[in-house]
């Protein structure tokens, strides 16, 4: 009987309970149906109220305009927050750091000799500068300056009526303050994106800066022709005076440069310079700045410039002083950027030098095939004399002498003997020149012939090969490579094989600065060719004497001394004889590559240390031009002329076999002038002379043939591929 209640039961169990969803599904109907009707209550009565307020006739027209104008505004306000986006991340760290250079080079009396760079002088306060400077300025470039917020609308549209007009763009409707922007922030160029920028800048400047500091900068900063910078600079260099002390009609010429200085430049173009500036003086007087009267005698007596065409500018020296003068500034961590360095030139020794390489250019170069040189001359103390970077600086400015990297052949050899010679190897020490083969390379010597045992002093005199490569297997791949650094060669050096017969490329003024070594008995030479370098206020920020490092002893006294000997056998009995001078011994070594592509003669005295190369741009062969040619022959040409009027000093550890009063003074006449190169021959005249010389040179006995084959190749080869012409 107990059964039935039982399933009752659980059937009431199994009976689902209402759900708690329906709960909450019924608040949200409701919630939503009360939070509606009450919304739509409230607009209702919002609709009431303003119907109170809704405009009608001529006033629905002013409310539609405002409504219209605000919405126009907020989108141009979008608009140009969008296009001030790059002039606000141009000015994110404020003023750009001024990174350019400007460096007045003057040579060892202290006069000028050229500059490079961005050319300022020391900013000149406003107050210091004439009055009639600044009138003309504000006169001819920006009236309302002081009125205006950076960008000028009356201004704007007077210069657009007055080019409507002229039919041409004769008024710039540019202000100060944007001028400024352009020369800080942006480049020259002719676009909308740039003006749009320009007056954002414009407008960034005056809110940051007052007038004053405004027109300052501006007066520092524009460029002014002739490669300078600022209103300073620009009087120096045209006038050649301080900025204070400039004439009206002087400072009329300077304000007429901001708007075109290439153009107005008076060095260049002097008419049109004085034709400007008497257009700035009518200028004055519209602005009322100035009377009629009181700009006449400007206008009578228009200003004159310096005549800047006769002045000597070294050009390849210059290049390369003044990247000696960013290395300096950077290594010392030198914030200004505007400097006067005085320089190491001679430049009695650069015109000298440029002589010889073109007499001989000119004379010998269609006869060899020969179409560029370059030459550099360094006292034995490191001191840059001179630099000849090509044949003419107005053709091409790549400086060959201390850029071009070229194969030095055999004068490259002296490295591996200088190892030798500080391992403590001896000149008369001997070596078997007979055939050898390194891997697949059997290096020869010029003609294919071997000398059998020789000295090492008759194996360098006769730049024979395989000795050369004998030796420098001996004496060590790494420790050729370490004493060639040592002594000064910066280019990077292949240690192969083929590197100890000049197939690793440096630079003429590597070569230079390696031999002073010699003629330092073993020192470095610490090249430099800056003496002292001063700031714009006149204070010295380096000096060499002090700031340089101490020299170095790079090769041993007895080492020194082996080295010499050899190098000054070389010019006496081998291959560099047409090297020799009348008034005393030289050491030095020849070089030619692969296919006669180089030719070099690097020499030395006790005063002078000369490298001289010769090739072509294009790396084209010569017409057989070896090192003991036209390199040895323009070094000879320069020395001999350098040493004149000078106290000589012997090469170290070198007899002197010239007489003791030559010791003294080159020259008995002793009037402290250099003489003038010897007259130039004619063509013909130096084309017989040449012939009969190689005519003589064919009729030598056996042993002076071979010597003076061997000059056809200073090292022998150009790459890995050295074959017999290798010296």
């Known amino acids: ?122 900013a000149v306060p406003i107050d210091e500068m004439p009055d009639s400077f600044i009138k003309a300025l504000l006169a001819t470039e920006d009236r309302r300056f002081f009125d205006h917020f950076g960008i000028d609308f009356l201004g704007l549209m007077r210069a657009m009526t007055v080019n409507a007009q002229a039919g041409g ?31 954002f800048l414009s407008l960034w400047l005056e809110s940051h800066y007052s007038k004053r500091q405004i027109l300052a900068m501006y007066l520092d ?11 300073a600079a620009a009087s120096e260099f045209y006038f050649g005076k301080n900025i204070r002390e400039v004439s009206l009609a002087e400072a009329a010429m300077l304000a007429g440069l901001f708007k075109a200085p290439a153009k107005y430049a008076p060095h260049i173009n002097l008419p049109a310079a004085r034709a400007r500036a008497n257009e700035v003086l009518t200028n004055m007087v519209q602005a009322n700045f100035l009377t009629e009267g009181q700009v006449i005698a400007a206008r009578r007596n228009p200003a004159t410039a310096i005549d800047r065409s006769s002045t000597p500018s070294p050009d390849y020296f210059l290049d390369y002083a003044f990247e000696e003068v960013q290395r300096i500034a950077k290594a010392k961590g030198l914030t200004q950027h505007n400097f006067v360095a005085r320089t190491t030139i001679d430049l009695d020794l650069q015109k000298l030098a440029d002589e010889a390489v073109e007499y001989n250019l000119r004379q010998f170069g269609k006869t060899y095939d020969v ?39 055999s004068s490259f050899k002296v490295y591996v003997y200088a190892a030798a010679m500080q391992q403590g190897m001896k000149p008369t020490d001997t070596i078997v020149d007979s055939p050898i083969t390194i891997g697949k390379w059997s290096p020869q010597n010029y003609g294919r012939s071997f000398a059998g045992r020789v000295t090492l002093a008759n194996a360098l005199a006769r730049s024979l090969n395989v000795p050369a490569v004998k030796l420098y297997q001996k004496v060590g791949f790494e420790n050729t490579v370490e004493t060639a650094k040592a002594m000064g060669i910066e280019s990077p050096l292949r240690g192969d094989k083929t590197m100890a017969l000049g197939t690793s490329e440096v630079t003429v003024m590597d070569q230079a600065t390696a031999y002073t070594v010699f003629a330092n008995g073993g020192m470095n030479s610490n090249r430099h060719a800056i003496q002292q370098l001063s700031d714009g206020t006149g204070k010295v920020v380096w000096d060499a004497r002090s700031d340089m490092p101490p020299r170095q002893r790079i090769l041993s006294e007895a080492a020194t001394k082996s080295m010499n000997e050899m190098l000054v056998g070389v010019s006496e009995r081998g291959t560099a004889r047409k090297a020799q001078l009348t008034m005393t011994r030289v050491g030095g070594k020849t070089g030619t590559t692969q296919s006669y592509r180089d030719g070099w003669f690097v020499g030395y005295t006790g005063n002078y240390v000369g490298a001289v190369w010769f ?12 090192g003991g040619s036209l390199p040895a022959l323009t070094w000879q040409r320069f020395m001999e002329a350098a040493h004149q009027h000078i106290d000589l000093k012997p090469i170290p550890y070198i007899d002197d076999p010239f007489p003791a009063e030559s010791a003294k003074v080159a020259n008995a006449q002793g009037d402290g002038v250099r003489p003038a190169p010897p007259e130039t021959l004619g063509k013909k005249t130096q084309d017989v002379l040449s012939d009969i010389a190689d005519r003589l040179d064919a009729m030598k006995p056996l042993e002076a043939e071979q010597l003076a084959s061997a000059e056809a190749s200073g090292s022998g080869s150009g790459g890995a591929a050295v074959t017999a012409r290798a010296q």
């Open 615 to 626: 090739g072509n741009d294009s790396f084209a062969p010569t017409n057989r031009l070896t």
């Open 169 to 199: 763009v004769v008024q710039g409707g540019s202000t100060l303050t944007q001028q400024l922007a352009k020369n800080i922030f942006l480049s020259n160029e002719r676009s909308l994106d740039r003006k749009i920028k320009e007056a």
């Open 1 to 122: 009987m107990g059964w039935p209640l039982q399933n009752d039961t659980n059937q009431s169990r199994k009976r689902r309970q209402p759900s708690r969803l329906i709960e909450v599904d019924a608040w949200i109907d409701s919630g939503l149906w009360r939070a509606f009707h009450a919304f739509a209550a409230w607009w209702e009565g919002v609709t009431i109220v303003s119907r109170k307020f809704r405009a009608r006739g001529f006033n629905r027209v002013l409310v539609e305009v405002a409504c219209e104008g605000l919405t126009l505004g907020l989108v141009g306000f979008v608009i140009l927050f969008a296009l001030a986006q790059p002039a606000i991340k141009m000015t994110k760290n404020g003023l750009p750091q001024e990174s350019d250079y400007s460096v007045q080079f003057l040579d060892k009396h202290g006069e000028e000799i050229g500059r490079r760079g961005i050319m300022r002088a020391a």
């Open 371 to 409: 179409g560029e040189a370059a030459m550099v001359v360094l006292s034995a103390d490191g001191s840059v004399r001179a630099i000849v970077g090509g044949r003419d600086y107005g053709v091409s400015q790549f400086n060959r002498a201390t850029r071009a990297l070229r194969q030095p052949g």
């Open 221 to 231: 900063r524009a460029y002014m022709g002739g490669g300078s910078f600022g209103a």
